[in-house]
């Protein structure tokens, strides 16, 4: 059964078992507390007027016949059943045929003493009371019984308006109970099944829009954690998926090179020294390009692995700074880039792992350099506040766009605007954030697109 009929189900089921039973239970009550009860009043009643018409009449109770004729007499004016019994109880005459239904039998005794009878009968298929009625003469003896019975009318009979008034009042509400079971069942059914859906999409490897977190608290955190689950894996996959585009263009640039290299070695280059020599220091160099990336991705390999641990020493950051930046002030006035630094001596010692931050710091100036173009300039400072010391990488190169300023510390993510540069595989900065975030400090960038950017790395004293 699908889950929506289960909820159907489950709203109706308590009203489909509790209205019979309540009906079953109202009608005994009905029965037993009120109609009986007002069956063997009324019963009385008339008993108490026939016994008032055999008032002066001493005959009837002494003579079948008589008693016969004055039943007949009264035929027309009750409907029960009337019976007159001698005071011994033995039957008189009887206003209607056959057996006594009722099946009640009088307590003389009791009779004798001048107290009246009912005697009421409940079965499942017949209900009735019967009224013994003693009479009484002057002289105080009992000279008769009248015993007046009658059944009790179903109630279904003597009631059916009401009856069926309980009815549609039954079946309004088992329809309307039917139309809320549904309602709520479709409510409840939607955001499950709409989760369903978005999991059995992600399981199939297809892409799934957020589902709408809604309804009550369970499900919007349900869909909650599905949309959550689903961006996860969708970064996940992103991320795979430029790293392989990366990758296939990193290596396929130098490999090509290699290939070519290769073919004209074989074509007879390695004849002629000097091409030879040449070739191979070209080789060579592209594979020392090459190293480079596979660090990147052997660090990133680590990193994903979890063991990033630090080794932390106490350094005093104004005698660490200046040699570390030495190679990197080379290779800027080397292509052509302007560099200033100013490196206070006073920076006080930070608590850090040297190498780890060396690299940090170095892909940073590294971009620096690599995305500004000969004649730019790249400025390293530093200095100290109230409770952070600061390393700032500034450069004049081709800035980063407003959307794009979280998404390049994504790993893999290159910017489409920097192709004209050779980047890397989109991991340097990914890297350096994780050192800086691992030291507790934090990376920001201050770019503005056409101006260049600045990288500040903080760092808690
Ligand atoms: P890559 O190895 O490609 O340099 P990074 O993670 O170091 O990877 O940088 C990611 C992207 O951020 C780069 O591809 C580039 O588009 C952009 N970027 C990084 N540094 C700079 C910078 N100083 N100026 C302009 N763009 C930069």
Redesign the pocket.
């Given at each position: 059964m699908s889950l929506r009929g289960r909820f159907i189900l489950s709203h109706i089921l308590p009203v489909l078992l509790i209205m019979p039973l309540l009906g079953v239970v109202l009608i005994y009550l009905l029965e037993t507390q009120v109609l009986l009860q007002s069956l063997s009043n009324n019963l009385t009643q008339q008993a108490v007027i026939i016994g008032a018409l055999t008032n002066g009449r001493p005959d009837i109770w002494s003579n079948d016949e008589e008693a016969s004729a004055f039943l007949t007499q009264l035929r027309n004016q009750v409907q029960s059943d009337v019976v007159l019994l001698a005071p011994s109880g033995d039957e008189l005459a009887a206003s209607q045929d056959g057996p006594d239904e009722a099946n009640a039998t009088p307590d003389i005794q009791s009779l004798t003493n001048g107290r009246r009878q009912v005697v009421i009968t409940y079965q499942l298929d017949e209900q009735s009371a019967t009224i013994f009625l003693p009479v009484i003469d002057v002289n105080n003896q009992l000279v008769g019984i009248v015993q007046v019975s009658d059944e009790l009318q179903s109630v279904a009979n003597s009631f059916s308006p009401l009856a069926r008034f309980v009815l549609l009042v039954m079946g309004t509400g088992l329809l309307l109970s039917v139309l809320i079971g549904l309602l709520l069942a479709v409510r409840l059914e939607k955001p499950i099944d709409a989760v369903a859906t978005a999991v059995s999409d992600i399981a199939n490897g297809r892409r799934i829009s957020a589902i709408p977190e809604t309804g009550s608290r369970e499900t919007k955190e349900m869909a909650h954690s599905v949309n959550v689950l689903a961006a996860r894996l969708q970064e996940l996959e992103d991320t795979r998926q430029r790293l392989l585009a990366n990758m296939v263009h990193e290596l396929a640039r130098p490999l090509g090179a290699l290939k070519a290299a290769v073919n004209v070695l074989r074509e007879g280059a390695s004849d002629d020294p000097a091409l030879r020599a040449e070739l191979l220091e070209g080789m060579d160099n592209t594979i020392s390009h090459m190293e480079p990336l596979l660090e990147d991705l052997a660090r990133l390999h680590g990193q994903i692995l979890g063991n990033l641990t630090f080794n932390l020493q106490e350094i005093p950051l104004g005698e660490w700074l200046p040699p570390l930046l030495l190679p990197w002030r080379a290779a800027a006035q080397e292509k052509g880039v302007i560099w200033h630094s100013d490196l206070p001596a006073s920076l006080p010692a930070v608590c850090l792992d040297p190498d780890r931050m060396a690299q940090a710091v170095g892909?940073l100036v590294s971009?620096?350099i690599?995305?500004t173009a000969v004649g730019g300039s790249v400025t390293v400072l530093a200095g100290e506040s109230a409770n952070e010391v600061w390393i700032e990488v500034a450069?004049t190169?081709?800035?980063?766009d407003q959307d794009e300023q979280e998404r390049?510390f994504e790993p893999f993510?290159?910017?489409n605007?920097?192709r004209r540069f050779p980047?890397?595989?989109?991991?340097?900065?990914?890297i350096a954030k994780e050192i800086v975030v691992g030291h507790n400090g934090r990376l920001s960038l201050d770019?503005t697109p056409g101006r260049g950017?600045t990288?500040t790395i903080y760092l808690p004293k």
């Open positions: 892909n971009n620096a690599k995305y450069d190169g081709p800035g980063i390049i993510y290159r910017s605007r920097q980047q890397g595989l989109g991991l340097g900065l990914t770019s950017s990288f």
